[in-house]
Each structure stands twice: as C-alpha cells, then as structure tokens.
C-alpha cells in the first residue's frame, strides 16, 4: 500500500500492474487504495468491461483532480491496448492500476507497442506482486482466529477456537484463511453453543468454499421463498434458483432487458419481473456497468458455476453457445480462471476444461472475437495449451495470407503451444515459418520486428535441440544472442532483460550439444545479469534467475564439479518452490525438473542419501503431470526414475533401486515403441545400463547379462546411422552406459568383448 500511494503522489510511469493467484488479495488491495486516494481528493474510478476506450476522456470532461483509473481483471479486458496508448500519450495527472492473476502473454504484447507505449511500461512492473505469504510472523493459524473472532463479534456470539488443516505455513491463501474463520463461526452458530473451552472446532481449508456455498444457497432459497418465488404449480425449483446465480456470474447483464434474456434462457418461467427484482435484492450492482452484482468472491463462484453447469447438459447448451463478443470473452475468460484457481482439485479442474472447450468450440468463425478470446487464455498453463492451441489455429486459418506479422505471431504462439505440449515435431514446422516472416519485416524494419526475429529464433534453437539436433539448435540461437546483443547496446533499459534470457539460451545450448565448457561463460554471464534486473524487477527476473542457475549447475556437473554446481542448483530449486507455491499449474515442471537436477549433483558428490529426497519429490511431480498430459511429461517421469533409483542405488537401497529402474523401463520401451528415435533410444539404454550396474554391485552378474545386452543392442543402433558430431550431445551418457555394459561382460568372464566396448566408449569420446 506505501508503494501504490508513492507511485500516485511521485513522478514515473502512469501505469503499475499488480499481480497474484486467485485469493490473495489483489481486488482487496485496489479497493483500499481507492478509498484512500479518494479521501485525498483523487477522482478514483473502477474502470468496466469494455469502456477502456473511453473512460478517460470522459473522466477528464468531469474533472480536473488527478484520477486513479483502476482495471480489476487486465488480463481479459479486449481494448486494454487502446487506453495504454491514450495514457501513453498525455500521461499528466492520471494512473492506472492493472489487477491481474499474472504477468502472461497478454502483459509482453501489450509491452511490445509503439516506441512511447514500450517506454511506459518499462518501470509498470517491478515486482509489486502479492504473495501467498500476507506476514512471515503470522502462521496460517493465526489468520484464522482473527478472522474467527471478527465475524463472530459480527453475529454477537462468543468467539469459537478452530483448529486449522489442511495448510502449511504461510501457503493459505487469505482468501481461504477468512472462508475457514467465517466456516467455523456458523459452525459454531449452528450448534447453539459457541461457547469458548467446548473443544476447537476442525476447519479444513481444502473444502470451506464448498461449505460456505452451502450456506449461500440457503439463503438464496429462503429469500425466494419469503417473496414468492417457490410458491404454486409455477413456482421456481430450487434448481432453477441454482442455474440462475451460475447463470449471473458466467454472463453478467448490463441492462433489464439483457437480464431478462439471460434468464430466459435458464428457464422460460424465470424470466419475470419478480424474479429480477430477488435476483438484484440478492445481489445487488457493484458498479455502473451491470444491472446486477453476482456471487462472490470468485473461487466460490466458479466452483458454484462448473458444478451447475457440469450436471446439467441442457444448461450448458443454453449459456455456452451463440454468446456475442462481450459475454463470450467473459465466459471464457471466467472458465479459463476456474481451471487454474481449482487446479489442486482435479475433479474440479477436469470439469471446468471440458467446459471451457464446450465453450471454445461454439465460438463464430469471427476473426477479432476468436483473438480476443484467445487474449484471455492464460499463458503459459499447463492444462489450457491444448484449448489455446485451437483457437489459434483457427485464428490462422482466418488471417489473410498477405498479413505478414499478424501471421508470424500466430505461427510463433502455434509452435509455442506444441512445444509446450511436447509435439516437438509439429513445433518446428511453425517456428520455422515464424523465423522466415520475421526475418524479411525484420530486414524491412529493423526497429519494429528485431525482437521478434530473436524470440522465434530462440525458442527454433530449444525445439531443434530437444529434437536430438543439438548443434543445429546453436546457430538459430547464436544469431538471437547477435540481435539482442546489439539492441542492448541501444536500449539496454528495454532489452537487457531479453539479453539475459538469450544468453542463458545459448549456454543451455552449449551443453546440449556435449560442449559443457563453452556453456559456463555464457551461462555465468546470464545468473549475472539476472541477478542485478530481480533487484528491481523480481517477478519479471527471478524466474529466468532460476533458469540460468539451473543451466549453470547442469553444465558444472557434467565438467564433474558437482559441489561447484550445489549453490547454484539449491537456490534455483528454492526459487521454483516459491514460484510452484503461488502458480502450479505454469512452475511446478520446472520445480520437478531442478529437483531431478539437484539430485545428480548431490549424488555426483558422494552424497546419494541426500539426493533420495529431491529424487522422489521430482518423481511425485511429474507423475502428477504426467496424468495430465502424458505426451509432454511421461519421458520426463522416466528421467527422474531413474535419478531417484541412482540415488537408492548409490545408498545402499537395492529393493528401492530395482523399483525404480523397472519402472522407467517399462515406460521406456513403451517410448521407444512409440517414438523409436535418438532420444529414446538414449534414455531405455542408460537405464537398463544402470539396473545391470545395480545387479553387478549386489553380487549377481549372470542377472546382470539380460539388461546389459539389451543396453548393448541400443547402443549398436543408437550410433550406427548418426554422423560423430551428432553422437557428440549424448557422448557422455553412451560413454557411462559402455563403461556399464563392459564391467558387466568382465564379471562375466568375457573379457575381448568387454575391452570392445570400452574402446568404443574411447572413441566415442
């Protein structure tokens, strides 16, 4: 709060964008400050859905105080563009405070307009999120009872003790921490005893919504019943009283007529005139733009929304389809949210995706609304790629083929979505068209599409490197670190950032391709770029910090100096722990993936028992993940199978161990049945090698002859087709699994053989 007042009394950008998950705080925020900016004499206004046009001229025709324009749910609202650049242009005596659940897609477009409008935003997020945590001296707890002994001061009854489950330390969400005070009270209400020293009361935090909603539906069905509502042959069913709210919320009405309509379409019978005047009773408006308020807050309004819709086809029909351009980005926008904010809830979350699709899939083929509904689609997610990816291929097929950039965004988001999908395949074809646009408007306007060139020309290299095709990957990614070089030297404020992530880029390329030395200097310089921009912009830098101290410890490890590589890859696993508390559906594969990480170094070390842990941690993620979305994580679930079963095995745990391996190669050889290529080949070979080197160590090399020879064969194809630079990526994972095959030929009295081999790992090298 001191910082968003100093920002409106004290020169700088006229924008600040404020970000954090569902229920931590952000509306609550924006409200407060309202209030204190408007006792201060600021004219603050609550801007609606759809007047981002021309709230500002209108509010200055009314007023000569400074105004607070304040845009609750920024990542939605269609012509946001359109005030950004208006405030841009006469920026004097004026802010605006964006509200959003994060700083996605729609924030880099929005930053990547004229040259005035990517001026502003430079300094318009530097890291004023909200996080989880609101004090790291109060426990969750704590929260609890405050909130407790305040609702119940409210209800004049004595305050009841609660007793909290279901959160760790600082990881409820207030919003959560205040439902299961407020749960608690009525519980205690209830029981016609809220006397203190009766025991506390049990409140679980994963299923206050859904108490607190039950409290809300009975007052919604007494308030019908005492008007009428429910009364007669024509009375309303207490499910058509149910549709309705859900109805609200998922189409908010800006007029009577649009209301009637609305609830016409729940139920003929309950478009009447008695019902709407309940329903604005009920709810009545928050502000100007609607004719009526809704169910509140969000959480328990989108659990309330997908449970309605999801038992009721009929209803789904009914609001899902034939919506217009307003309504349309709403609900989109609105089941978008309801899968991230219930993502820990799979039942929840399955079910407001379907729903979501429903609703993408009867969209129009209209060419601006289908873009502004993809604007609201949160990116990067993991459980809404797919339904992003739709829109936009639809989108393409829209464009006019003569629009150049317009397609080269299409084509650069398509190939990011099935990289995120792990179609690495498809994901070429799509960047690789991007790259060729960019480049001939980049050769027309440098100024204009330069960065562009270097975004497409990056993420070309991570998908070319993932395909197997490391040393192709470097140059597509040494040309992105040229460009951003030279725009830093121009504009370092605007593009140092960007600098920062290329050269992370280039050093992960480095030891993709087997060139682990090379790696270090650029990676190094990277962590140190990053390090100085998540000072004054954290939520932008401290991810791409933690990449980079990743990529960092990844490339020490393979040069073999694991305790040089523990700082860097313990730090960047606290960042991503921090990022999955508040995010999971977009940072927890990254958390998985420096766990796994984290483990090789530590085993690496000599320390296998403390790399069981993280090991295991990153196998619980990824099989999570893979659920999820199989395609993506399931080989990823393999690798940190394997890690974990290193581990054991390097411990001393051989039942564990043998688990572990058998595991990943089951999944393996389904891979390579189903993707017979480098990569899985690779994979299946190292962890057959490694369960024949377990089965060695325990005193069994006949046993250990089976997954050697198996190993042995892989090999032979892995390298009998590919050109020696190519084997140069994966030299030292087919060195370690020769050097596996040949002890295990030499236990077994084989010695020629296993001299071979050794000599091919020689060679190899």
């Known amino acids: 709060m001191e910082a968003l007042v100093r920002w409106c009394l004290q020169d700088g950008s006229p924008v600040r964008l404020v970000t954090g998950p569902g229920g931590v705080g952000k509306s609550r925020l924006a409200a407060e400050l309202k209030e204190l900016m408007t006792r201060q004499g600021w004219d603050c206004v609550a801007v609606g859905e759809e007047q981002e046009s021309t709230i500002l001229a209108r509010v200055r025709d009314s007023t000569t105080a400074p105004v607070l324009l304040i845009v609750d749910y920024a990542d939605t609202r269609h012509e946001l563009d359109d005030l950004v650049r208006q405030v841009a242009a006469a920026p004097s005596g004026v802010r605006v405070l964006l509200i959003a659940r994060s700083a996605g897609e729609w924030w880099q477009r929005l930053a990547v307009g004229e040259p005035h409008v990517r001026e502003m935003l430079q300094d318009a997020y530097d890291g004023i999120d909200l996080p989880v945590q609101i004090d790291s001296t109060v426990t969750d707890q704590q929260i609890v009872r405050e909130a407790a002994a305040a609702f119940a001061g409210q209800l004049g009854i004595p305050a009841p003790q609660v007793q909290l489950g279901g959160s760790q330390h600082g990881q409820g969400r207030v919003l959560d921490l205040h439902a299961a005070g407020l749960v608690a009270v009525l519980r205690a209400q209830r029981s016609q005893d ?71 379409r729940v139920d003929p019978g309950a478009a009447t005139v008695k019902v709407l005047r309940w329903l604005r009773d009920l709810y009545p408006a928050r502000d100007t733009e609607h004719w009526v308020g809704t169910l509140q807050p969000d ?68 060419l601006e609304l289908l873009r502004s509904v993809s604007a609201v689609i949160p990116y990067p997610s993991e459980v809404l790629t797919q339904s ?30 099935l990289y995120r999908l792990g179609r690495l395949a498809q994901a070429i074809g799509p960047l690789s068209e991007a790259v060729d646009a960019r480049r001939a408007l980049a050769d027309a306007d440098p100024a204009q599409h330069e960065a562009q060139l270097a975004a497409s020309l990056r993420y070309a290299g991570v998908v070319l490197s993932e395909l197997g095709r490391a040393h192709d990957a470097l140059t597509p990614t040494l040309e992105a670190v040229e ?75 393979m040069l073999g100096q694991p305790a040089q590589a523990l700082p860097a890859i313990r730090h960047a696993v606290q960042i991503r722990r921090a990022l999955a508390r508040e995010n999971p559906d977009a940072e927890l594969v990254f958390l998985a993936r420096a766990l796994a990480e984290l483990s090789s170094c530590l085993v690496n070390n000599g320390q296998p028992e403390d790399g069981i842990a993280p090991a295991q941690e990153s196998v619980e993620i990824r099989r999570r993940l893979a659920e999820t979305n199989p395609e993506r994580h399931t080989a990823d679930l393999a690798k940190s199978l394997r890690q974990a079963a290193t581990a054991h095995r390097d411990a001393g745990h051989t039942t564990q161990a043998d688990h572990a391996y058998r595991e990943a190669i089951t999944i393996e050889r389904d891979l390579v049945s189903q993707h017979p290529d480098h990569n899985t080949f690779t994979a299946l070979a190292e962890s057959l090698a490694g369960l024949a080197r377990m089965q060695l160590a325990s005193g069994n090399p006949a046993d250990a002859l089976t997954p050697a020879h198996e190993a042995a064969r892989l090999i032979d194809w892995r390298t009998s087709d590919t050109p020696r630079e190519n084997l140069l990526p994966a030299a030292r994972s087919l060195t370690t699994v020769l050097h596996a095959i040949a002890d295990v030929l030499e236990a077994n009295g084989r010695s020629a053989e296993a001299q071979a081999r050794r000599n091919d790992a020689t060679a190899l090298l």
């Open 388 to 417: 992003d990816l739709t829109l936009l291929y639809r989108i393409l097929h829209l464009i006019d083929p003569t629009d150049t950039a317009a397609r080269s965004w299409v084509q650069h988001d398509i190939g990011m979505r």
């Open 194 to 264: 809220g006397t203190p020293g009766q025991g506390p009361l049990a409140v679980d935090v994963s299923d206050v919504l859904t108490d607190l909603l039950r409290h809300e539906q009975r007052h919604w069905v007494g308030t019908a019943d005492h008007v009428g509502l429910l009364e007669g042959p024509d009375g309303l069913t207490i499910e058509v009283l149910r549709h309705v709210v859900a109805a609200v919320y998922l189409a908010p009405p800006s007029d009577e007529a649009e209301a009637r309509q609305l609830l016409a």
């Open 299 to 366: 959480r328990m309004a989108e659990l309330h929304l997908v449970t309605e819709l999801s038992t009721s086809p009929t209803l789904t029909t009914h609001l899902l389809e034939d919506l217009d351009g307003r309504n349309a980005r709403h609900a989109i926008a609105v089941l978008a949210r309801s899968v991230a904010d219930h993502f820990s809830d799979p039942t929840v979350r399955g079910r407001a995706l379907h729903l979501l699709d429903h609703a993408i899939g009867a969209l129009p083929d209209d």
């Open 483 to 557: 460009i951003e070089e030279r725009l830093a030297r121009s504009d370092r404020t605007t593009h140092l950032a960007h600098l920062a992530r290329t050269l992370c880029d280039l050093g992960t390329r480095y030891h993709e391709a087997g060139l682990p030395q090379q790696a270090i200097a650029p990676l190094q310089e990277s962590v140190k770029l990053n390090q100085g921009l998540a000072h004054s912009e954290p939520e932008r830098a401290t991810p791409h910090l933690a990449r980079s101290l990743m990529n960092l410890a990844i490339a020490q490890n």
